[in-house]
Every structure is written in structure tokens, then in C-alpha cells.
């Protein structure tokens, strides 16, 4: 973590912790993903940014931060269904599956014929 805060007091640049953070999160380590997000998001506020850092929150069933960085991502980007995608998940995994349906039906309506996204509103039947 230290040498993430070094570089970027060095750098402008948050792509390298962006990476590092993307690497962490992909072998399940999303305590040490979210710590380095957040250094990148501190400087980066982007949808992508965003998105990342909700996400990962999301995954470590911290809600009340995630669900507003996954909402912004969508207001940021609603042309995206990456957004309501995951935030979709974010409100599943937080036990609210009314408003996960709704966002399902958003990516949907972005890109059709998504049969995980079928099967969720299945599953929730909603």
C-alpha cells in the first residue's frame, strides 16, 4: 500500500494502482482491491472508477457505500449496461431484489438476449 501511496504522490497517472487493484480483486482479495481503489478514486472520478470501487465494496458487503457509487456510475454512463449491471448484482447482494430486478431489466434493455441476466429475473421472480 505504501508503495501505491508513493507512486501516486510521484504520479498523475492512477492507472498502475487501477491495475494492481484489478489484480487484487481477481484473486478474491477485495479488502486489499478496495484499499487500492479507493487511492486511485481519490484523484480518478470516473464511471469506470466508479464502478470498480462499488463493485468491489459490493463483493465485501459493504452497501451503504457501494450502492451510491454503483448509482452515480449509472447517472456517469446510463448508456452503459455495465452500470446497471452491476449495480443490479450490488442490490441483490444487499437483500433488495425488487431493485435488482429493476436494473436487470435496464441491462436488458441495453443489451437483449443476456441469458444471466434472464435467469436472475427469473430467480427473483419479478
Do not use: C
Not at 498523475?12 to 482479495?29: C, I, T
Amino acid at each position: 500500500m505504501e508503495a501505491a501511496r508513493s507512486y501516486l504522490r510521484a504520479s498523475a497517472d492512477v492507472g498502475p494502482v487501477a491495475e494492481l487493484a484489478a489484480e487484487r480483486f481477481q484473486r478474491g482479495d477485495y479488502a486489499r482491491a478496495a484499499e487500492l481503489s479507493r487511492l486511485s478514486f481519490a484523484r480518478d472520478k470516473s464511471f469506470k472508477s466508479h464502478t470498480f470501487l462499488g463493485w468491489t465494496l459490493a463483493k465485501l458487503g459493504e452497501h451503504a457505500e457501494a450502492l451510491p457509487l454503483l448509482r452515480t456510475a449509472v447517472e456517469l454512463n446510463p448508456d452503459s449496461f455495465w452500470g446497471y449491471y452491476h449495480l443490479g448484482y450490488a442490490y441483490k447482494y444487499a437483500g433488495r431484489p425488487s431493485e435488482a430486478a429493476v436494473m436487470f431489466r435496464e441491462v436488458l434493455k441495453r443489451r437483449p438476449d443476456y441469458p444471466e441476466i434472464e435467469q436472475e429475473l427469473r430467480s427473483t421472480g419479478r
